[in-house]
């Protein structure tokens, strides 16, 4: 039980430091919609999506392979900090030497040197981070996501709400949150003490860690262009008539519409942070198979009840974190939330998938199943969003997310094998699809066969939900039980 008791540890720790940073994150998103208009916010969504896109190309995506071979103890951590590194600085020169061609794209006129430090800062504060996480200093890095989070929202009302500054404002006060992150862990964690490009530099290191990481650049790059083509197609697309919803306006309803869904985002990477670090750890175990049989039937459970609460509460939901009263195109939103909550439920299943191919160091595979996940999307949005708008992204966002999910679950078995409940996966599946649907129509009955539903799925998923709360049980006591053996 020791393995699902770290598990379980490392996930408390990492949301005892996440909560309120996510409660503030929430407060940001009522802060830019009371301030940004919907064609602003395109353009801020756009910049934000373009600079994920370059992260993972100018740093080769070497952040990835810290936390792998951070957590091996096979290798030297010395070597491994030094690599990266090397490896990101080479990246960084890149960036500047290409940065002109960023200035061709149309929504970067006066955003370029925003642009470019965003990208240095966020790489800068992505590998400080996951080498702390190499290291096992989970309290650390949950205590800088808070710090980060309160510097941001900060920077956020001092530049948007006071200084009024708009999309400039959030793209500065993203960079000095993360570069401020940055600094704190770099002396926090002494990371500069495993730094020697003279004793640490080892061509094969580099070597090993390049062919783990590289596989992983096209991977995040294809995820990103699930997500940027939506509101690339959207913004600039034609619709087939007038209730096709397209444009500048219907793209930032369009990024709006996803902050409810990022909520199931929000706790998936909470607890993918600490599943990561037991994936890798336990990878030479002889009962890994029964481990991922357990965590995932559980993971699943929760996921699924999850969204099924978030689609009955849409409405109230979308109307706490949206500010609908300057602009009230907003209050469409909750129209494309509840699609866009099981898209990104099925997100989070292949997000823990993905952990097989880490572990097994077969991120090759991550590639092409997110090519698969890509290539539906682009021609389902060409499709879609020609007839449907808006509703057409959300549809064929949950549907690339879903065809990678069955070609992931079919190949990750193959690496390691694990047990699944196909059946109950579809039920649940078909529960959130019938909410969601009298969530966007509305009939009459609406609530109350969303909460015949809910209840069902409660009753369905129960014996996982029950495993969980055992093994939270025993963790909770052990920490409960530790003050009075001390006093004693």
């Not at 699924?304 to 009230?328: N, T, W």
């Not at 866009?340 to 880490?358: E, G, K, R, T």
């Not at 959130?432 to 015949?452: D, K, N, Q, T």
Request: include cysteine; aromatic fraction near 14%; glycine fraction near 4%.
């Amino acid at each position: 039980m020791n393995k699902y008791k770290k598990l379980a540890q490392n996930t408390a720790v990492f949301a005892i430091g996440s909560f309120g940073s996510k409660i503030l994150l929430l407060l940001l998103t009522r802060l830019y919609s009371a301030n940004i208009n919907p064609g602003d916010t395109s353009t801020k969504s756009l910049l934000e999506q373009t600079a994920n896109f370059i992260i993972p190309i100018v740093t080769f995506s070497i952040y990835e392979a810290v936390i792998r071979y951070g957590l091996d103890r096979e290798y030297d951590k010395r070597e491994v900090f030094t690599s990266a590194c090397i490896i990101e600085i080479a990246g960084m020169v890149l960036l500047l030497l290409c940065s002109p061609l960023l200035g061709l794209l149309p929504y970067t006129q006066g955003f370029l040197l925003h642009l470019i430090a965003f990208i240095l800062a966020s790489a800068f504060r992505q590998l400080s981070s996951q080498f702390v996480r190499s290291r096992d200093m989970t309290r650390l890095f949950a205590l800088d996501g808070i710090l980060a989070t309160c510097s941001l929202f900060f920077f956020n009302v001092l530049f948007i709400s006071k200084l009024h500054m708009g999309v400039q404002g959030f793209m500065l006060a993203s960079v000095l949150a993360d570069m401020l992150s940055g600094i704190f862990l770099t002396v926090m964690a002494k990371n500069w003490r495993y730094l020697d490009f003279r004793h640490a530099f080892n061509p094969d290191v580099i070597k090993t860690m390049l062919r783990f990481a590289i596989p992983m650049i096209p991977t995040a790059v294809l995820w990103i262009i699930t997500g940027f083509s939506d509101r690339l197609f959207v913004r600039y697309m034609d619709g087939y008539s007038v209730s096709a919803d397209v444009g500048d306006a219907a793209a930032g309803i369009y990024d709006y519409a996803s902050k409810v869904p990022n909520l199931i985002s929000m706790v998936s990477t909470i607890f993918f942070q600490a599943w990561n670090m037991s994936a890798i750890t336990e990878q030479n175990s002889s009962d890994k198979g029964e481990f991922y049989r357990n965590i995932f039937k559980a993971y699943q459970a929760f996921m699924f009840l999850g969204a099924a609460a978030m689609i009955v509460f849409v409405k109230p939901l979308s109307a706490f974190i949206i500010d609908y009263s300057r602009y009230p195109e907003y209050e469409r939103c909750y129209l494309y939330t509840p699609i866009l909550i099981i898209a990104v439920v099925m997100m989070s299943f292949n997000q823990f998938l993905s952990s097989v191919y880490v572990a097994t160091q077969k991120t090759s595979h991550s590639m092409w199943t997110a090519l698969a996940a890509a290539g539906t999307n682009l021609i389902l949005n060409v499709i879609l969003i020609y007839k449907w708008g808006v509703q057409g992204a959300v549809v064929a966002t949950f549907a690339s997310y879903f065809v990678c999910y069955v070609i992931r679950i079919i190949d990750t078995r193959r690496l390691i094998y694990f047990e699944v409940d196909h059946i109950r996966f579809y039920v649940n599946l078909a529960v959130l699809f019938g909410m969601s649907i009298l969530a966007i129509r509305e009939p009459v009955w609406y609530h109350i066969g969303e909460l015949v539903l809910a209840v069902f799925m409660l009753v369905y998923n129960f014996e996982a939900v029950r495993m969980v709360m055992r093994i939270v049980g025993k963790v909770a006591g052990k920490f409960l039980r530790k003050p009075v053996n001390k006093r004693r």
